[in-house]
């Protein structure tokens, strides 16, 4: 077997050169960059991986990771340790401007008017209670494993190396996709603003596809001022967040009062048009509205004191942002009929209606600072996902490479805004975030599993009895939430015996757990209140809000995880392997790889 003292020294000994090769010129592109491990040294040695695949394969999926392996042997690998100079305060504007962007101003009006109608209120309040649920449980990760690998890391330690890899591919393709659509929307108001149409900056080539013909320099623009204000430092990129997220919240206070001055409650008569469904269905498409407050979770490594500042700023953030998006979906309906409602520009145009064409270009003005700012904490934060893989071997190692001087992942972020400026140049992108979340509520899905897995299983202390007992739980809650979505998105809206079936289920197998399996964890810094009720109702609602989504977007889900598992296999899976085996980053531990923090000494081998 690959991995035995001979090739562990010729691992770390090719690590070890690759590291001053990188001090003495500052970058490189060798082939050692890229592929240093074992398997990828010849052709022989890779044929002879690939045989070995199905055993490595039950490794990576049986290992989990330790706290401490993913706080001091993984971050070293990135050679320069991220700078720790960010508090409560820059995190709370880092999750505002990563959250109140395009999705506020493009999408309201179209749910409203699509689906919700004047209830669009409420499809904010149920997106943002699911929102709200999962960055409880991001937060106590954040607290006790500050890396910037987020959802990467926690899933590592808890659900192993492969679901990992599953769930990080997926928020790294939301990330791509969400900021292309956000820089492609900037040029839309930044038209606006000109008093021009978007295509009138756009270059139409009439020999591509009608979807890829409509070319955007200007997005590309936007992404490489990002990119280079992300690499410069990631304080700096706090402070322009800071001043640029406070005018947007002038702004968003100025749509509030100037809009409220002219409502008429007339238009509120038909408050829900389509019932329930329209407001869920809606609720599913607006939880693109508070996609990006995950990237704040990255930059814990970059936190002076994450047990006081990450939960302070997580928390705080997304109950302003859930606050500012209930008060503008009131607005909006407030200042004009739900059928007259522009779905392009839905505030300006509402404005325009009520006899205030001059406010459009504060909106406008307001929306090209909110985008902007979502990219630039996407960008701070999809760079430190990236960094943070890169470190596992799972993706390239040259791309875990920390500057030095900047403290920031340079080749990361470079990579990362690459994507987002091709993407966003050539295809023409509405932002309908039934495409764009379900990516997303599947790792929110994942998270909460993994803080009920944290809690109820450590290795050496939770029995076999309760292990079984933890696992049928588990299962039982996943099915009953499973067939809720279901149920939702295939029966009538007025046939309600399914759910008296699943509902009760899901309510019994978490009372079970509560009562039938002792916890094996206490948090040591910041705890999740009310577990295992509120992990298990954020496993319910994401899975429910996914039975709202429609078909085009489970297609696009398969065919990218389908295009990771290739990679994986292929990459991922023998590199990864090969750099676990080396650092001797995990034992075998009653008879399976499944060592993770707690576990017995003498059998971790610490």
């Not at 690939?50 to 999926?61: A, Q, S, W, Y």
């Not at 690998?77 to 960010?86: A, I, P, Q, V, Y």
């Not at 603003?193 to 591509?208: G, M, T, Y």
Request: proline share 4%; hydrophobic share 50%.
């Amino acid at each position: 077997m690959v991995g035995g003292l001979s090739h562990g020294d010729h691992q770390e000994g090719g690590d070890q050169e690759g590291m001053r090769r990188r001090r003495g010129c500052g970058c490189s592109c060798t082939k050692n960059d890229f592929l240093p491990e074992e398997s990828f040294q010849s052709i022989g040695n890779y044929l002879q991986a690939l045989k070995e695949t199905p055993m490595r394969f039950k490794d990576r999926l049986l290992t989990r990771s330790l706290d401490s392996t993913e706080l001091h042997e993984i971050k070293s690998r990135s050679e320069h340790e991220m700078k720790k100079n960010l508090t409560w305060w820059d995190l709370i504007w880092f999750g505002i401007g990563a959250v109140i962007g395009a999705g506020i101003f493009v999408l309201t009006g179209l749910e409203a008017r699509e689906h919700a109608g004047p209830a669009v209120v409420l499809s904010y309040v149920v997106s943002g209670v699911s929102a709200m649920l999962s960055v409880f449980c991001y937060t106590e990760f954040a607290v006790e494993i500050p890396v910037a690998g987020g959802s990467f890391a926690y899933l590592r330690v808890e659900l192993g190396d492969f679901m990992a890899f599953i769930a990080a591919g997926n928020i790294i393709l939301e990330y791509v996709i969400g900021g292309a659509a956000v820089a492609r929307s900037w040029t839309s108001y930044f038209a606006t603003l000109c008093n021009h149409k978007p295509d009138d900056f756009r270059i139409i080539a009439h020999s591509l596809p009608e979807d890829y013909g409509h070319l955007d320099p200007i997005a590309v623009f936007v992404c490489a001022a990002i990119c280079v204000l992300a690499v410069l430092s990631t304080k700096g990129s706090s402070r322009f967040n800071y001043v640029a997220s406070i005018i947007h919240v002038v702004v968003i206070l100025f749509i509030i009062v100037a809009g409220l001055a002219k409502a008429d409650t007339k238009n509120y008569a038909d408050f829900s048009p389509n019932g329930a469904r329209g407001i869920f269905v809606a609720s599913a498409v607006l939880f693109f509205a508070y996609i990006g407050f995950d990237a704040v979770a990255t930059m814990a490594e970059e936190t002076r004191n994450p047990a006081r500042d990450i939960p302070i700023g997580l928390v705080g953030s997304m109950s302003i942002t859930t606050i500012a998006y209930c008060l503008m979906a009131v607005t909006l309906c407030l200042m004009v009929p739900y059928t007259k409602i522009d779905v392009d520009a839905p505030f300006s145009v509402a404005f325009e209606t009520v006899g205030w064409g001059w406010a459009k270009y504060i909106v406008a003005a307001g929306a090209l600072k909110g985008m902007t700012t979502v990219l630039l904490v996407s960008a701070v934060g999809q760079a430190r996902y990236l960094t943070h893989i890169a470190r596992t071997h799972m993706m390239p190692p040259w791309l875990a490479h920390v500057n030095g001087r900047t403290g920031t992942p340079v080749n990361a972020t470079i990579v990362m805004l690459a994507a987002t400026a091709i993407v966003g140049f050539f295809t023409k992108l509405d932002i309908l975030s039934n495409l764009l979340s379900i990516s997303t509520l599947f790792i929110f899905m994942l998270v909460a599993l993994a803080l009920l897995v944290r809690r109820y299983y450590v290795s050496g202390i939770t029995t076999q009895e309760h292990r079984v007992r933890l696992i049928m739980c588990i299962v039982a809650i996943l099915g009953s939430s499973i067939a809720t979505a279901v149920i939702w998105g295939t029966a009538d809206e007025d046939s309600w015996l399914g759910y008296v079936i699943t509902i009760p289920l899901w309510f019994c197998a978490t009372l079970a757990l509560k009562l039938l399996v002792p916890q094996a964890r206490d948090p040591k810094l910041w705890g999740v209140p009310l577990v295992p009720w509120l992990p298990s109702a954020s496993i319910l609602i994401n899975i429910f809000l996914l039975g709202s989504i429609d078909k085009k977007s489970f297609i696009r889900f398969a065919a990218w995880t389908g295009f990771l598992l290739v990679y994986y296999f292929l990459f991922g899976l023998h590199a990864s392997y090969d750099t676990a085996k080396a650092s001797g980053e995990n034992k075998v531990e009653d008879g399976l790889k499944n060592v993770e923090e707690g576990a017995v000494p003498s059998r971790n081998g610490s």
